[in-house]
């Protein structure tokens, strides 16, 4: 899969702060890509430079293997985290401004926005003014000025934010819509469980550098400690659990179950794999409950940046 | 990727279209007329109050000269026969303006000395000093023919000077025709002045508007900073000259239908100095001094000048304008930054107005209009005074340059600042930024 955007050695500097240190990412074509990190990590500075709001210091960017020029702002669509649009301007009117910008004729940007406005049914919207519509409406339309001159790269800053579940929900559905559709896109986002649903890459970015990236599978497969999760029955709990203890390394565990099983993490050593421990396990009681433990975005995220600090 | 005429619209569109905006195009002139209007009715008000005067003259000669009124607001009362405290307290009674007394002496110059004017509240100046004239040329000619000298020809012998001022290419001119130039000057550097407060203020509000509803970082995703500083200056001065332009034509029709209602004569309104300026050079007729200023006046240079400077001069004040409003998140913040751009352009209306007036081509008035950022208000104040050549190119050539310096420091603070929230900008902040 060759990859959308690269970006290489970026170094940003602010007076004496160093925003980003030699950061380099890899945008893989079709992906959905989170960009994740404590706040101040530098994600927006990177985000930014993407944009061409700024330029490097050191480093480049290349878009589809080419170094960013001006032209390529038609080629990306950015929803900032701050985010807003003119409050006295119409609806209709501001869009097709908008849209123009990135380099749109009006009239086929009048074509597009009819599309997502009845998309959206939103259609009565088109005359009212920004400041008439409430937070939620006006993100939506938002979402249609990043979204209206069909770049192939979104990037996204904490889009969820000021959505209510329904329209996240729908906004959602879209950026899916989008990226089948051949488009890619970045997500700069805290909310974890939205990149456990949607990314399939992630990177993150610590104290200005960049600690972890890679495909969101290897990631957790590189994060995983061996450890499975059991739910076992053997008579007496607590000598079953003094047996086990001897042999591996254990951990409570919390489980539903309906069992009134021995609830244990337990870790394997190198070299032994689950089917050793499940013949084990089988040999010693009734195994009601085996699941390996994958860590997710939220463990690995949290488990890094501390090991960084 | 030149989306500049794009910006522009918008901004033009938008500021033209907002209801204040409308509003104050077409209430402003209505207000300034009215005041002008009420001033004007209310200064004559005041100066046609009738009075009654009580006269006590002892010496029975010089109250003559009060008989015939010389505007026919004031009536004479001339006492005879009674005491001073007499005169004093039937005036009081009868609430009079007030009461002159003439004592009676020996010399002229002892009653010149003694005459007293007694009244409850203290009297006009206006109306004293008419008094004065009036009892000192009676005394004067009294003195004079006490002393043997001939009234008559004392006064054929009165020669009255006006310089008639001419330059060696033999331009003539004469102190109206200077007033006149200066009255242009003064109006042209005013008008730049005024409209570099109110529009740079509006520019500056434009970019505060952006930052606070946040769509800035959307749109220079698309266009770089520079463009839209460029467009939001150019499309905020395009509303700023239509609503002149409106204020123009508003005013000048509304002054045509408030003479044609109310009958005020417009040529009528003349200030005292006019008046004044008017009397000094009585041996020529209006319609002559009016065709002399228009053709003493460079007129095309005027023009051409004004152009350049007020472009020039509003470009590079309004730039310094949208970096304030790039730099603070709100409009209260800007006042610590509005003193750098009042005090040069104060200095230049004042510091400009009195050293044109006492020597258009005098060193401080030179060397002011050479500095960019008095030079637009100065020079076009000496324009119509006739400023060579070379030394207008100069100016015109230093302040374009340090345009171009004003426009480089604002973009790059814009630039920075617009990204900025939350953060108070400080000068040592701002400082900063420029190394970014």
Redesign the interface.
């Known amino acids: 899969m060759s990859s959308i955007l690269q970006a290489k050695d970026v170094v940003k500097k602010y007076g004496d702060y160093t925003a980003l240190n030699k950061v380099s990412i890899d945008v893989p074509k079709g992906s959905i890509f989170g960009l994740l990190g404590p706040n101040g990590a530098g994600k927006t500075s990177l985000i930014r430079i993407i944009n061409q709001i700024t330029a490097p210091d050191a480093g480049e960017v290349l878009l589809d293997g080419a170094a960013l020029q001006q032209f390529h702002v038609k080629d990306i669509g950015y929803m900032p985290e701050e985010r807003g649009l003119y409050k006295s301007m119409k609806v209709g009117e501001q869009v097709l401004y908008l849209a123009q910008l990135k380099g749109l004729t009006k009239s086929e940007a009048k074509i597009r926005l009819q599309y997502w406005f009845e998309k959206f049914e939103i259609m009565d919207w088109w005359n009212k003014k920004i400041q008439e519509l409430s937070k939620g409406m006006a993100q939506k339309i938002q979402f249609v000025v990043t979204v209206l001159h069909q770049p192939k790269l979104l990037i996204f800053d904490e889009p969820f934010s000021g959505f209510d579940p329904i329209n996240a929900n729908i906004i959602k559905d879209e950026i899916l819509q989008l990226r089948d559709e051949g488009a890619t896109v970045i997500f700069s986002t805290h909310r974890m469980e939205s990149v456990e649903e949607m990314c399939d890459h992630i990177a993150l970015i610590h104290k200005s550098n960049k600690v972890l990236d890679g495909k969101l599978t290897d990631v957790k497969r590189q994060y995983k400690s061996n450890t499975y999760q059991v739910g076992i029955a053997g008579g007496d709990n607590q000598q079953l659990r003094k047996t086990l203890n001897d042999k591996f390394e254990l951990t409570d565990a919390t489980f539903k179950s309906i069992d009134d099983d021995l609830k244990v993490n337990i870790k394997l050593q190198n070299g032994d794999t689950s089917n050793d421990l499940l013949s084990y396990l089988t040999s010693t009681g009734q195994v009601n409950h085996f699941v390996e433990v994958i860590p997710s975005v939220n463990d690995i995220f949290i488990q890094t940046v501390e090991k960084n600090n | 990727?030149n989306?500049l005429p794009?910006?522009i619209k918008?901004e033009y569109l938008?500021k033209v279209r907002?209801k204040s905006f409308i509003l104050m195009t077409f209430l402003s002139p209505l207000i300034m007329i009215g005041l002008f209007m009420l001033i004007f009715y209310l200064t004559q008000l005041n100066n046609s109050k009738e009075r009654t005067i009580s006269i006590l003259d002892e010496t029975g000669t010089i109250s003559q000269i009060f008989t015939e009124d010389e505007d026919e607001t004031t009536t004479y009362n001339i006492l005879k026969g009674i005491s001073l405290e007499e005169a004093k307290k039937q005036v009081q009674e009868t609430e009079e303006y007030g009461l002159l007394h003439i004592p009676k002496m020996t010399s002229t110059e002892e009653i010149a000395e003694q005459i007293k004017f007694y009244s409850e509240d203290s009297p006009s100046q206006k109306f004293i000093s008419r008094l004065e004239r009036q009892l000192s040329k009676e005394l004067t000619d009294v003195a004079m023919v006490k002393n043997g000298v001939e009234v008559e020809l004392v006064e054929s012998s009165k020669m009255n000077v006006a310089i008639v001022q001419e330059s060696f290419t033999g331009e003539r001119t004469s102190k109206f025709v200077n007033y006149s130039k200066l009255g242009f000057g003064l109006a042209a550097g005013y008008l730049l002045f005024m409209f570099i407060i109110i529009y740079g203020n509006m520019i500056m509000r434009s970019v505060i508007?952006?930052k606070t509803?946040?769509?800035i970082?959307?749109?220079?995703?698309?266009?770089?900073p520079v463009q839209l500083l460029m467009g939001k200056i150019i499309g905020t001065s395009l509303a700023g000259i239509t609503q002149f332009l409106m204020w123009v034509i508003l005013g000048g029709i509304m002054m045509v239908v408030f003479s044609l209602v109310f009958g005020v004569d417009l040529a009528g309104m003349q200030t005292a100095q006019q008046t004044e300026l008017l009397a000094q050079g009585a041996d020529m007729n209006m319609q002559m001094q009016i065709s002399e200023v228009y053709q003493s006046l460079p007129l095309g240079n005027l023009v051409v000048a004004f152009f350049i400077f007020f472009i020039g001069g509003y470009l590079l004040y309004s730039s310094l304008y949208a970096a304030i409003g790039a730099a603070v998140d709100n409009e209260t913040d800007t006042q610590q930054f509005m003193m750098p751009i009042m005090v040069p352009l104060i200095l230049a209306v004042y510091v400009g107005g009195f050293t044109v007036l006492e020597d258009p081509h005098g060193t401080v008035a030179t060397i002011f209009s050479y500095i960019p950022f008095t030079s637009p208000v100065v020079m076009l104040m000496r324009i119509p005074f006739g400023v060579p050549l070379w030394q207008q190119l100069i100016s015109v050539v230093i302040l374009y340059i340090s345009f171009t310096g004003t426009v480089w420091f604002a973009s790059k603070i814009y630039?920075v600042g617009i990204?900025m929230?939350g953060k108070k900008a400080s000068y040592k902040e701002i400082f900063?930024w420029l190394?970014?």
Request: charged fraction near 35%.
């Open positions: 990727m989306h794009l910006i918008r938008t907002n508007e952006e509803n946040r769509i970082e959307v749109i220079i995703s698309s266009v770089k630039r990204l929230y900063k190394k970014y």
